[in-house]
């Protein structure tokens, strides 16, 4: 079995931070803080990210009631070659730091490494951020925006923002119930414009893990959401779905397609990023347990696992799937 | 209390897999492969990356009797970019994957981690590994070495080779004791082409924590090895710890300055990358522990978590530092 589960692992404070381009979409109302342009009141995009961090981080303590001194373990990681937003912030708290690397995928597997720390007792306080920048991780990955290279159809923007979780063993509005660890998958694609294609088998690996794992189906579950799917890789996700059998209820979703108004914004194909599941889980979804809406929720976080030599080398886009169960709490 | 201990993790096989350099070291014959050249057989040198962890993967496993339908996770990490040559071999085996990047302390925060999935229960059988290659890392830090710049006399040289571990309760000679997970710290050094004395500061941190925790000093161990402080940082790291008042008792190594022989080799002022800490440890260190010459060492893998686009924004460079202890195991 795959599955592990946590019975002692609760949510004591949540926060996230975000730019422009999130606030003005449908659920900007719903994120702790907003920057007006990409730069943060910064000199470079990298520090921006930096600081988005920071603010995730500062308000997500907050939220807790907690000082720093209270966090025992820190999981964290970015898109920036090499995790620079997450290094350079915890450069600054003085904490024992995990630095993990799952591309999109980061929310759900910093937050599920935190959630083992303290459900075995090694850690009595766990943070656990992530972060992404739409002008960053275009340079990283692809070409720096300044460039004016024209979008393919296919492409994705990436969320400029960064959520923090503080997770501990007191009883809380929302509980870390379990975690699906991914494997990687990879169908052969190969166009870096088009990476929410190549992830949705991921996503259908994890999912059906995790129903073998727990004999459940989507039933048991009020929503489960994909990272940052695209609507051509979602729309193929439903397709394998329905082919193998599976009946959605309606209730499978993903964040790349609720944090922008299609209409109204120059989205592409929908919301990426590791802000991307991170900052609409942790603002919209979880918000469903807080307000006893909702009793069980699954996001799956979908990362692109290529880098750009290998890209260049035709090697094909490996990518993989981390979910995670959320649950009311009490 | 940040050092964690194990009770039941063992390691059932480890391998190690190396390039021309590492197998003419004084070392050599203690490699369980070595290729000739850089390339491996292999087109590029990332797929040459590749190649060494696959053969090390490979070798651990058949050492340890096991077969990865045997393995329940994967954690895993290297120096490209984003962890390039890990995710590309962890396509190929049908096992849920945990990304790590730690730069070079990479080997600790690998192993540590796949004991906690073996501690903790949620892992029958963890495969741990990480690789580095002189060429894939030079270009991705500093320039390629086709471009001939010259060398400063600080530079440390890029360990090209791979180790892999697997860890398991089943009782054996080598023991996994216990994990210090490092914080982040950063004093100040700028200097991309002196990593040695930007990471003496972490190991510093690290070993008084770990002393901290456990009451214990360097008369407790056999062995107390960092990873790639090169001469310089290993001075630096002895000068600031005999300041301190500690009785080095003649137990403070480096794994860097082990692999090479200084005399006849071109090894400027060491061995570095996620390789060595992980090589040297696995091939020579450990094989005290298993010869039963020695009871408990400790290997404290050292990271430089440097970026080359925050170093080209005049950033300072975030070093972290995370210690394993190995005993006897029966």
Known sequence: MTTINFDNVYMLG???????????GP???????????????EGTFEKAERTLVYQACDTALRKADL???DIEIVCGGDLINQ????????????VPFIGMYGACSNSSLVI???AIWVENQMAKHALAFTSSHVATAERQFRFPNEYGIQKKPTTTLTVTGAGAVILGRQKSAIKVASFTPGKIIDWDHKDAN???????PAAFDTLQTHFKDTGRSFEDYDMIVTGDLSKIGFSFLT?????????????LHDCGLMIYDFKEQDAFCGGSGCACSMCVSLAKLLQHLEDNEMKRIMVIATG?????????QKETIPCIAHAIVYERGE
Chains 1, 2 share one sequence.
Not at 31 to 37: G, I, N
């Open 67 to 69: 000082h720093v001194e």
């Open 27 to 41: 659920i900007g109302h719903m994120f702790d803080k907003a920057y007006d342009d990409n730069y943060c009141n």
């Open 194 to 200: 088009d990476m929410g294609l190549a992830m949705a």
């Open 112 to 114: 599920s490494q935190a």
């Open 83 to 94: 995790l620079t937003s997450s290094h350079y912030f915890a450069r600054d708290i003085d």
């Open 14 to 24: 949540r926060a996230t931070a975000v730019g422009p381009m999130e606030q003005k």
């Open 304 to 312: 692109a696992l290529l880098s750009p030599v290998a890209v260049q």
């Open 239 to 251: 397709d394998l779905l329905v082919q193998k059998g599976y009946n959605l209820h309606n209730r």
